[in-house]
């Protein structure tokens, strides 16, 4: 059974798997150099944390797509912990992996989405 991603944008949740496409950049070598990107990754993660701007990501594969200048970049390697900002993952026109049972996702979504909106109207009235 062949693995099958679809797009979500900015759609994905805790314990989704997600993968996108990230720049890579080189430091620069002077206190006023500017970085320089050095290349282009496939980034797959699963999200262990999801707190609005920042997510705590579990890299499950990393492939190299694009390289410039000959320069070897480090690949992530598996299993590690990594934090990116949410808006740095939607810019890498992110995909979700299906879940084996949507309709729990669905769920899973709704019941977060409840959770939003009891939040907010608490706020309102305090």
């Given at each position: ?45 699963e ?24 320069l ?19 810019k ?7 879940w ?24 309102a009235?305090?």
């Open positions: 059974m062949a693995a099958v991603w679809i797009p979500c944008g900015s759609g994905f949740i805790q314990a989704d798997v997600i993968r996108w496409t990230e720049g890579v950049w080189r430091k620069p070598r002077r206190n006023r150099g500017r970085a320089v990107n050095i290349g282009e990754r496939i980034v797959v993660a999200v262990i944390h999801d707190d609005g701007e920042w997510l705590d990501l579990l890299v499950r594969d990393c492939t190299v797509t694009r390289e410039t200048h000959g070897r970049h480090m690949m992530l390697a598996k299993n590690t912990e990594v934090r990116r900002k949410r808006h740095t993952v939607e890498g026109k992110p995909e979700r992996l299906l084996s049972d949507e309709t729990a996702r669905a769920l899973l979504v709704s019941r977060c989405l409840a959770g939003d909106r009891s939040s907010d109207s608490e706020g009235s305090t």
